[in-house]
Nanobody, 116 residues
Framework: QVQLVESGGGLVQAGGSLRLSCAAS????????MDWFRQAPGKERELVAR????????YVADSLKGRFTISRDIAKNTMYLQMNSLKPDDTAVYYC?????????WGQGTQVTVSS
């Protein structure tokens, strides 16, 4: 059983930066890709960014390009989300997700709050 643990969330002022981490509790050689999603109060969960585990190819939502960067460290089984120039609209719970050959895994989420 793989567990995903997010960290790095918190309270930051608009214009600030945060780096989220998602650590997998065990190495899984069958990981296809990992994602960051976010869900703001009263809104649907939305895809923020995706990274393909082996190649490192990645995707960031168009509205977030230039501010958010996704990366991973295979040796550490960890995915990152660097968030710069944060805005109050970025306030949400951020979840990491892993797609493997056998199943999907979700983390419990980390709260990001951006004050104006």
């Amino acid at each position: 059983q793989v567990q995903l643990v997010e960290s790095g969330g918190g309270l930051v002022q608009a214009g600030g930066s945060l780096r989220l981490s998602c650590a997998a509790s065990a190495r899984t050689s069958s990981t296809n890709f990992m994602d960051w999603f976010r869900q703001a109060p009263g809104k649907e969960r939305e895809l923020v960014a995706r990274i393909f585990w082996t190649s490192g190819n990645n995707y960031v939502a168009d509205s977030l390009k230039g501010r958010f960067t996704i990366s991973r460290d295979i040796a550490k089984n960890t995915m990152y989300l660097q968030m710069n120039s944060l805005k109050p609209d970025d306030t949400a719970v951020y979840y990491c997700h892993s797609n493997t050959a056998t199943r999907d895994y979700w983390g419990q989420g980390t709260q990001v709050t951006v004050s104006s």
